[in-house]
């Protein structure tokens, strides 16, 4: 038994008033120092219990990525339920000194504390969970999102199905797709179909990967090494989210031989602490094939229902709130300003500390020297003119940016943006020559085969699905995921056939019929300078 849980030093333990033993700096055991937790709830001194151990965050609070309101409504309490699905292995070592974890708690102790630490049942939602479904019997998307809305808390729920305001770019994302009509044809042998191609010269074995999917352990303990190991056997990418719920190494440790991935970053305000990052994302090189530079997202959107269920938590653990909201009411950022941040849902959480600040002339160049040579891919592409500027920057940059992803987020930004089906019908109105230079990735609204392959013909290389893999994973943990491909690569390899198309170099805009969805794509001038594309730029005509 450690010596910090023996009986010999006669502790006395109550269900909301017990001890830990402090431990010294001076000493490797500790010296007795009576601690009432229960009572350490303010912004002057918050501690909180996580693994059967008691930190003082009281220095974090301000730090906080979700602001302080969060912690202080855990604060006395055991924390660990809540923390560990949205918090990779290492977070509390990479953030708190050494001295803020105080000791140790009992085992016996520990298990009252969690029945003290449990959300008030007041307002909860209190349907019996039932079993998951077979997963042979989920034949597409939306009986796959229904499992797995039935197995995960509704904070997840909340979290993986919300977006912007009301919602109008997610429901159109896909809509898009389904306003595009397939012209098959007929007298081809179609016995045999491959999907297999490559991205950024590394061979794969399908077009569909995984677009970046954040906090994957709220969904299923599995997280995101789940969502590698569920697309493992299509020979499919991964893009690994910057708020991935696990570390970059336990993501890709079991990765089959050859299996790539792509690691998204979000700049932070802090330069230094993305410097770190890549850092470790580059010495990894074996596995991590490309950084994913999100663009669309520069700020926190306003995601409803992920409010909704952030509010409803924080109405479980205090029913009974003061009206001035109390001292977790009142924090504040450092300033007389309130956290913008407080009390808000998991999707404004994780911005804090994102730098907003990113431009051409800068970032780029920051982002190249520390990618050490790994190819560089811009996310959030919304319009043709970016594509445009975008593929200028890789002709006068050789090696740099290789790829862009046309993507409003999942319609998690700002609502009305156009689908990504759009903004592919803008390149090759007003500046196909794009294709010629870097590639052209989708993501968005993605729920059927057809989706893909409609995709694939107007010219993307490759196209990303963030919440399928999600709902997979809450449905049925790896193994979810693993039906979620098994389902897009039946329905792919079925489209090309009936197309008749065998393998993906013969797909092509002649079997679509893009008209009802091309009389919605924008229309006005072009605003892009062909010269700076394939010319050497005079200094005058530069608007880089």
């Known amino acids: 038994m450690h010596p910090l849980q023996s009986d010999s030093f006669g502790w006395e333990f109550s269900f909301a008033d017990f001890t830990v033993v402090k431990l010294s700096m001076k000493r490797r055991y500790a010296k007795s120092n009576e601690l009432n937790v229960a009572k350490h709830t303010s912004q002057e001194s918050c501690w909180v219990v996580l693994h059967g151990k008691v930190y003082d965050v009281t220095e974090f609070l301000p730090e906080h990525p979700g602001g302080s309101r969060i912690i202080l409504q855990l604060a006395g309490r055991d924390a660990t339920a809540e923390f560990d699905p949205i918090h990779p292995p290492g977070t509390l070592e990479d953030n708190l000194k050494p001295e803020a974890c105080l000791g140790s708690v009992p085992p016996d102790e520990l298990k ?22 077979p997963l042979h019997t989920l034949l597409n998307m939306d009986d796959i999102e229904a499992a797995a809305k039935s197995q995960v808390s509704k904070k997840c729920w909340a979290y993986y199905f919300s977006a912007a305001d009301d919602l109008i770019s997610k429901s159109y994302n896909t809509e898009a797709y389904r306003k595009i009509h397939l012209r098959p044809r007929v007298f081809i042998d179609v016995t045999s179909c491959s999907t297999a191609t490559t991205l950024l010269g590394h061979p794969v074995g399908t077009p569909l990967y995984v677009s970046p999917a954040a906090m994957a352990r709220l969904a299923h303990p599995d997280g995101e090494a789940g969502i590698a190991r569920g697309i493992s056997r299509f020979g499919a990418m991964q893009l690994v989210s910057h708020n991935a719920s696990m570390s970059p190494e336990q993501i890709v440790a079991d990765a089959k031989p050859g299996q790539i991935f792509g690691w998204q970053i979000y700049v932070q305000n802090n330069r230094a602490k993305s410097e770190a990052m890549l850092e470790r994302i580059t010495r990894m090189r074996d596995k991590y094939k490309c950084i994913v530079l999100t663009l669309d997202a520069p700020v926190p959107s306003k995601r409803e229902h992920d409010e909704k269920a952030a509010l409803e938590a924080a109405m479980q653990f205090n029913p009974n709130p003061s009206p001035t909201g109390g001292a977790a009411a009142k924090q504040t950022t450092g300033s007389d300003k309130p956290n913008a941040a407080a009390g808000s849902g998991i999707g404004q959480q994780m911005f804090f500390g994102t730098a907003a600040d990113l431009t051409w002339h800068t970032t780029l160049p920051w982002l190249a020297k520390h990618a050490r040579g790994l190819p560089i891919v811009l996310k959030g592409i919304q319009t043709h003119e970016d594509a445009y500027l975008a593929a200028r920057y890789a002709r006068a940059h050789p090696g740099t940016v290789q790829a862009i992803i046309l993507s409003n987020h999942g319609g998690r930004s700002v609502d009305t943006a156009p689908p990504a089906v759009h903004t592919l019908l803008e390149i090759r109105k007003y500046c196909p020559e794009v294709f010629d230079v870097i590639e052209v990735w989708v993501d968005g609204g993605v729920k059927r085969g057809t989706d893909v392959v409609k995709a694939l013909c107007l010219g993307a290389k490759a196209v990303g ?6 709902w997979g994973l809450g449905a049925g943990g790896w193994k979810g995921v693993e039906r979620v491909f098994e389902i897009f690569q039946d329905e792919i390899v079925t489209c090309m056939k009936m197309l008749g198309a065998r393998n993906l170099s013969e797909l092509g805009p ?7 969805v091309e009389r919605d794509i924008y229309d006005g001038p072009s605003n892009i300078d062909r010269l700076g594309l394939w010319e050497p730029q005079t200094p005058s005509r530069a608007k880089l």
């Open 112 to 133: 009252k504390l969690q029945r003290h630490s449990s959300p008030s049942k007041k307002g909860a939602d209190k349907e019996v969970k039932v079993p998951p479904p």
């Open 465 to 470: 699905v963030g919440r399928p893999a999600l």
């Open 510 to 516: 002649h079997f679509l019929n893009t008209r009802m």
